[in-house]
């Protein structure tokens, strides 16, 4: 399908044809799908996060480090709030 005819096809939408370089319509509909599919994981990903609850006094916390230095980098603010509430 040449440029012209999707544009006949579409009307005014064969300008986010060129700008996105989209092909075919199939591969425009693919690249929404794709975006909003990772931008609902992202979503669901960091709400998941976010509700997880803090740990309290009677909790312990175990924290494994691969290397020098991850659990500092990578946990420190867990770390802080467990000594924090006396866990």
Do not use: W
């Not at 996105?20 to 319509?25: A, L």
């Not at 591969?27 to 509700?51: D, H, M, N, P």
Request: glycine fraction near 6%.
């Amino acid at each position: 399908m040449s440029d012209a005819d999707y544009r006949q096809l579409t009307g005014n939408r064969g300008i986010i044809v060129r700008m996105t370089k989209v092909r075919s319509p199939l591969e425009y509909r693919q690249r929404v799908f794709l975006k909003s599919t990772i931008l609902f994981a992202i979503v669901i990903g960091l709400s998941a996060a976010f509700s997880q609850p803090s740990p309290t006094r009677s909790d312990s916390i175990v924290i494994f480090a691969p290397h020098p230095d991850d659990e500092v980098i990578g946990c420190a603010g867990i770390i802080m709030q467990a000594l924090a509430r006396g866990a």
